[in-house]
């Protein structure tokens, strides 16, 4: 089957080509025929040797990648909720080897999640490890309840637009921070503030808030203190230096770096909001996977609306 595989740690240009054998299944395990791979921030890291590169080097052949959409063409022998010609969907292995950039995926059948029939394939493919972050940091971490203020750095990008709607969903007042270029984009997804980071310190402009979801990292994390409250939380995907940990906690802020984790039962609760529309994923682009080191240097530059997708 045709893959790219990882050789080097110079970037997108180390992906290569290969023809590798498709991969025979486990008892546990699906065969999915991918027809819609999405690309994160964490895949270009992965390729430059950081990201989740310290868990899937020694694997040979290297094959990056975690969120597929596609179509199940084998079952193990112990799985019972997936057949032959169902639709699936999920992020696999993750951080481990997820080996999604292929034409063929053996994925564990506890990661996946039936593809609702009334969206796409790539708009399904776009809602899994930037979804699943949304959902695990704001549910399952921060546990956020009506009536809380939080804010989403990043608003417009491929974890904020899904948290700005779950935000929305769970009762929160959902301050967004973007560029005025998508702030449009930011309301129509249901925050209630927007903020433009262009145009001064965020930490000036923004009232106190209970929670912040920050997917930028850098100095956004450390100014991000200045606006949550005593008892607040501020979770960055990014990453928390102990220095920034110890002066949260002398605050009383709860300040902490997050990594999702494949869960199908979070993968489920998304398939659900996707099918009744409470819950919708924006793809800015998509490519053929024959230009799938393309479009990993387009995430890489940062300014992606949504999700970036490949499809085969």
Known sequence: MHAFTLTGTSGPTALQPTEVATPTIGAEEVL???????????????????????????????????????EVTQVGANVRQFEP????????????????YAEYVAAPANQLARKPAAITHEDAAAATLAAQTAWQFLVTK????????????????????????????????????????????????????????????????????????????????????AVVKPGGTLISIVGVSAELGARAQANGIQAYFFLVASNGEDQAAI?????????????????????????????????TQGKIIVTL
């Open 142 to 225: 921060a546990n956020v309840q009506a009536g809380q203020r939080v804010l989403v750095h990043a608003a417009a990008g491929g974890v904020g637009h899904y948290a700005v709607q779950l935000a929305r969903e769970l009762g929160a007042y959902v301050i967004g921070t973007s560029s005025a270029a998508k702030r449009d984009f930011v309301f129509a997804l249901g925050a209630d503030e927007h903020v433009d980071y262009t145009q001064g310190h965020f930490e000036d402009l923004v009232q106190p808030v209970d929670v912040v979801l920050d997917a930028v990292g850098g100095e956004t994390t450390g100014r991000s203190l």
């Open 85 to 100: 010609g169902d639709d699936v969907f999920g992020m696999i292995n993750f951080p481990g080897h997820g080996r999604a």
């Open 271 to 303: 398939a659900e909001r996707l099918a009744d529309g409470r819950l919708r994923s924006h793809v800015s682009l998509t490519l053929p996977f024959a230009q799938l080191p393309d479009a990993l240097r387009q995430v890489e530059g940062g300014k």
């Open 32 to 70: 999915v025929r991918v027809k819609a791979i999405s690309l994160n921030p964490v895949d270009f890291k992965t390729s430059y040797g950081k990201g989740a590169y310290s868990f899937i080097k020694q694997e040979s052949p290297l094959i990056p990648g975690w969120d597929i959409s596609g």
